[in-house]
Protein backbone atom coordinates (compact mmCIF):
# COMPACT_ATOMS: atom_id res chain seq x y z
CA UNK A 1 0.00 0.00 0.00
CA UNK A 2 1.26 3.38 -0.59
CA UNK A 3 2.67 5.99 1.78
CA UNK A 4 -0.46 8.55 1.02
CA UNK A 5 -2.94 5.94 1.15
CA UNK A 6 -2.25 4.72 4.51
CA UNK A 7 -1.56 8.05 6.16
CA UNK A 8 -5.03 8.62 4.79
CA UNK A 9 -6.26 5.77 6.54
CA UNK A 10 -4.65 6.65 9.70
CA UNK A 11 -5.72 9.95 10.04
CA UNK A 12 -9.23 8.84 8.91
CA UNK A 13 -8.82 6.21 11.74
CA UNK A 14 -7.73 8.89 14.10
CA UNK A 15 -10.58 11.32 13.38
CA UNK A 16 -13.40 8.62 13.50
CA UNK A 17 -12.35 7.37 17.01
CA UNK A 18 -13.64 10.82 18.69
CA UNK A 19 -16.42 10.81 20.35
CA UNK A 20 -18.85 12.71 22.43
CA UNK A 21 -21.63 11.92 24.52
CA UNK A 22 -24.52 12.70 22.59
CA UNK A 23 -22.72 12.24 18.75
CA UNK A 24 -24.54 9.64 16.40
CA UNK A 25 -22.97 6.88 14.67
CA UNK A 26 -24.34 5.53 11.38
CA UNK A 27 -23.67 3.19 8.25
CA UNK A 28 -24.20 3.67 4.76
CA UNK A 29 -24.86 1.71 1.50
CA UNK A 30 -24.54 4.02 -1.64
CA UNK A 31 -25.55 2.30 -5.02
CA UNK A 32 -24.17 3.35 -7.97
CA UNK A 33 -21.78 2.61 -10.62
CA UNK A 34 -19.24 3.34 -8.14
CA UNK A 35 -20.90 1.46 -5.31
CA UNK A 36 -19.59 2.51 -1.55
CA UNK A 37 -20.48 1.84 2.29
CA UNK A 38 -19.58 4.15 4.44
CA UNK A 39 -19.06 4.94 8.32
CA UNK A 40 -20.27 8.38 9.22
CA UNK A 41 -20.31 10.23 12.24
CA UNK A 42 -22.36 13.28 13.44
CA UNK A 43 -21.81 15.70 15.65
CA UNK A 44 -23.75 16.49 18.59
CA UNK A 45 -25.89 18.99 18.31
CA UNK A 46 -24.08 20.60 14.75
CA UNK A 47 -25.23 20.35 11.20
CA UNK A 48 -21.79 18.95 10.62
CA UNK A 49 -21.42 15.13 9.45
CA UNK A 50 -18.06 13.24 8.42
CA UNK A 51 -18.63 10.13 6.77
CA UNK A 52 -15.32 7.57 6.08
CA UNK A 53 -16.51 5.47 2.65
CA UNK A 54 -15.11 2.48 1.01
CA UNK A 55 -15.69 1.71 -2.65
CA UNK A 56 -17.58 -1.90 -2.89
CA UNK A 57 -17.70 -4.69 -5.90
CA UNK A 58 -13.57 -4.09 -6.66
CA UNK A 59 -10.40 -6.08 -6.52
CA UNK A 60 -8.97 -5.14 -2.88
CA UNK A 61 -6.14 -3.45 -4.99
CA UNK A 62 -9.01 -1.11 -6.06
CA UNK A 63 -10.56 -0.74 -2.71
CA UNK A 64 -10.64 3.15 -2.91
CA UNK A 65 -11.05 5.07 0.53
CA UNK A 66 -12.61 8.64 0.40
CA UNK A 67 -13.27 10.89 2.90
CA UNK A 68 -15.88 13.47 3.30
CA UNK A 69 -17.74 16.43 5.38
CA UNK A 70 -21.12 17.67 5.35
CA UNK A 71 -22.66 20.61 6.23
CA UNK A 72 -27.20 20.17 6.58
CA UNK A 73 -28.72 22.83 4.83
CA UNK A 74 -31.76 21.69 6.17
CA UNK A 75 -32.17 19.68 9.05
CA UNK A 76 -35.53 18.39 9.79
CA UNK A 77 -36.90 15.02 11.71
CA UNK A 78 -38.19 13.80 8.26
CA UNK A 79 -35.30 15.32 6.13
CA UNK A 80 -31.93 16.88 5.59
CA UNK A 81 -30.51 18.37 2.55
CA UNK A 82 -26.95 18.62 2.84
CA UNK A 83 -23.64 19.48 0.68
CA UNK A 84 -19.60 19.06 1.51
CA UNK A 85 -16.08 18.52 0.48
CA UNK A 86 -14.29 15.18 0.08
CA UNK A 87 -11.06 13.34 -0.78
CA UNK A 88 -10.75 10.43 -2.81
CA UNK A 89 -7.89 8.09 -3.25
CA UNK A 90 -6.14 5.14 -5.25
CA UNK A 91 -9.18 4.53 -8.28
CA UNK A 92 -10.06 7.82 -9.44
CA UNK A 93 -8.43 9.60 -6.81
CA UNK A 94 -10.13 13.64 -6.42
CA UNK A 95 -11.46 15.68 -4.99
CA UNK A 96 -15.44 15.57 -4.16
CA UNK A 97 -18.26 17.61 -4.07
CA UNK A 98 -20.90 15.69 -2.82
CA UNK A 99 -24.71 17.21 -2.68
CA UNK A 100 -27.42 14.89 -1.11
CA UNK A 101 -31.12 14.43 0.50
CA UNK A 102 -31.72 12.08 3.03
CA UNK A 103 -35.21 11.04 4.38
CA UNK A 104 -36.45 9.39 7.07
CA UNK A 105 -39.77 7.69 5.88
CA UNK A 106 -41.26 5.56 8.38
CA UNK A 107 -41.70 7.88 12.09
CA UNK A 108 -41.50 4.56 14.37
CA UNK A 109 -38.23 3.77 12.81
CA UNK A 110 -36.41 7.23 12.32
CA UNK A 111 -32.74 5.89 12.22
CA UNK A 112 -33.76 4.09 8.79
CA UNK A 113 -33.73 6.27 5.95
CA UNK A 114 -33.02 7.03 2.37
CA UNK A 115 -30.39 9.10 0.33
CA UNK A 116 -29.83 10.41 -3.05
CA UNK A 117 -26.65 12.11 -3.50
CA UNK A 118 -25.25 13.72 -6.34
CA UNK A 119 -21.21 14.05 -6.09
CA UNK A 120 -18.66 15.69 -8.86
CA UNK A 121 -15.08 15.02 -8.50
CA UNK A 122 -12.10 16.50 -9.80
CA UNK A 123 -9.35 14.48 -10.59
CA UNK A 124 -5.82 15.45 -8.84
CA UNK A 125 -4.12 12.73 -10.34
CA UNK A 126 -1.91 13.57 -13.63
CA UNK A 127 -2.17 9.45 -14.79
CA UNK A 128 -6.09 9.77 -14.03
CA UNK A 129 -7.18 12.72 -15.58
CA UNK A 130 -11.04 11.80 -15.61
CA UNK A 131 -13.48 14.31 -14.01
CA UNK A 132 -16.62 12.44 -12.92
CA UNK A 133 -20.28 12.93 -11.68
CA UNK A 134 -21.08 9.98 -9.36
CA UNK A 135 -24.69 9.76 -8.88
CA UNK A 136 -25.68 7.36 -6.13
CA UNK A 137 -28.80 6.39 -4.16
CA UNK A 138 -29.33 3.93 -0.96
CA UNK A 139 -30.10 3.57 2.25
CA UNK A 140 -28.44 4.54 5.63
CA UNK A 141 -28.87 3.96 9.33
CA UNK A 142 -27.90 6.39 12.37
CA UNK A 143 -27.62 4.43 15.65
CA UNK A 144 -29.62 6.81 18.66
CA UNK A 145 -31.40 9.22 15.95
CA UNK A 146 -34.28 10.95 18.08
CA UNK A 147 -36.80 12.65 16.43
CA UNK A 148 -36.38 16.26 18.02
Known sequence: MRAPVC??????ATFFVQSTASAQVGVSYHQSGLPFVGVQYNFAGQPI???FRLSTDRDFDDISPEIVATYSF???PQHQVYGGL???VNVLEGIVF???IKVYPIQSFSG???HVELAPSIATNEFESENILRGSWGFHYIFGRNED
Open 112 to 114: LGL
Open 98 to 100: PIG
Open 74 to 76: INK
Open 49 to 51: MAE
Open 86 to 88: GLR
Open 7 to 12: IFLLAA
